[in-house]
């Protein structure tokens, strides 16, 4: 059976809609799962109308839940109405109100088991603040939607390239060194590697942990973090099983090439990952590590400059799609490979056998 999974239109008047249709025009979605869009029918047909003809006959039939949608079909759950003001490539309040509506409802039916993923287009963390949203980004909300004990969400970027995961999601430059603590990174240190063994069926990931200061702070001349905080970090990971190296001088680690040597790389801050990430490949998946469901998002904002023009590259969207299916196949796989271990039991203690010296038979002598 294929899996469900629900796409957030995200940002009315950015480039979600144009993006979602352009990837789901490829017929062989269909052969990987059911796509079921959280939006508005009518909205997509107006940014239909911008793209070019072979996306403008793609189909969508309207549905209640996704319970409803059908295999080989493109369905759509109207989350907001008809007449929604649109100004495309502008950020307006409306949007907002949108946007949040349509993920207000897909995670509703991700949190009632009626998809088995989630995929988000592009949100204007500006406009969509309000009472019921007062978040950095989608990481946080979706933190405090999954919560419990999985509150530690990890944004992680993900390419064929290298994946890498931050401590500081969307934190100002100016609190990052206030933010970064042993605790922290310990912690996001062990979701990472949980999320590579789960998520990517890694048996023994190795995690590269950038530096905070230029040069891993030249021994304490320019900064103490590293000295103070990341290494004994590091160490204790260590202690606990876990792969970790470092840190690392962020220039020196990305100019070298050496993430090549390491399965993923947790960087302090946003920019210290993300330029170097999106610098080698722009096609990459943001990925919600941590959390008992599967989000994934194209690595790219709402793009008000391409939105309405017929020229934004969906190809970071496709893979946020393939990537979350992978992920459904691959928890499966992994949940299979655990149930039941065989337990282990520790030897018993036998009691002490009477030490029996080796005794060697004397030899015969032959007589002539």
């Known amino acids: ?26 017929p062989h ?18 940014h239909q109308q911008t793209l070019s003809e072979e996306y403008k006959n793609v189909q969508f039939q309207l549905v209640l839940s996704p319970k409803d949608a059908k295999e080989g079909k493109l369905s759509l759950v109207s989350c907001y109405a008809d007449n ?39 949100i204007n963390k500006e406009n969509i603040q309000s009472d019921k949203f007062t978040f950095s980004g989608h990481t946080e909300y979706l933190a405090s939607i999954f919560g419990g004990e999985h509150k530690d969400a990890l944004m992680m970027m993900v390419s064929e390239m290298m994946k890498v995961a931050l401590v500081c999601n969307h934190t100002p430059i100016s609190k990052v060194a206030q933010m970064v603590s042993e605790e922290l990174i310990l912690r996001k240190l062990n979701t990472l590697n949980a999320a590579l063994k789960e998520d990517f069926m890694l048996r023994r990931p190795r995690i590269a942990v950038l530096a905070l200061n230029p040069h891993a702070g030249d021994n304490g001349l320019i900064g103490k973090e590293e000295h103070e905080i990341i290494k004994p970090a590091i160490s204790k990971a260590a202690e606990q099983g876990i792969l970790a190296f470092g840190p690392y001088s962020a220039d020196g680690f990305f100019g070298a090439g050496l993430y090549t040597h390491f399965d993923a790389v947790l960087a302090m801050y946003h920019d210290q990952g993300l330029i170097p990430f999106k610098s080698l490949d722009m096609s990459g998946v943001n990925f919600t590590a941590g959390l008992p469901v599967i989000r994934t998002s194209p690595d790219h904002g709402t793009a008000y400059d391409l939105a309405g023009k017929n ?12 990537l979350a299916v992978d992920l459904i196949k691959n928890r499966a796989i992994t949940a299979e490979i655990n149930k039941d271990p065989l337990v282990v039991k520790e030897r018993e203690e036998r009691p002490e056998r009477p030490h029996v010296p080796f005794f060697v038979p004397p030899q015969e002598t032959k007589t002539e």
């Not at 059976?1 to 490829?26: F, Q, R, S, W």
């Not at 959280?38 to 107006?46: E, P, Q």
């Not at 020229?311 to 393939?322: K, Q, R």
């Open 1 to 26: 059976m294929k899996p469900t999974i629900a796409i957030t239109a995200g940002d009315i008047n950015g480039v979600g809609y144009e993006i979602i249709i352009k990837t789901l025009a490829d």
């Open 29 to 46: 979605v269909f052969e990987i799962c059911k796509p079921v869009v959280y939006g508005n029918l009518s909205i997509l047909k107006r």
């Open 84 to 122: 929604t003001p649109l100004s495309i490539g502008e950020s307006t309040k409306e949007a907002g109100k949108a946007s949040f509506a349509a993920l207000e409802r897909a995670c509703k039916d991700l949190k009632d088991g009626l998809v088995d993923a989630l995929v988000t287009a592009p």
């Open 311 to 322: 020229s934004a590259h969906h190809l970071s969207f496709a893979h946020s799609l393939y």
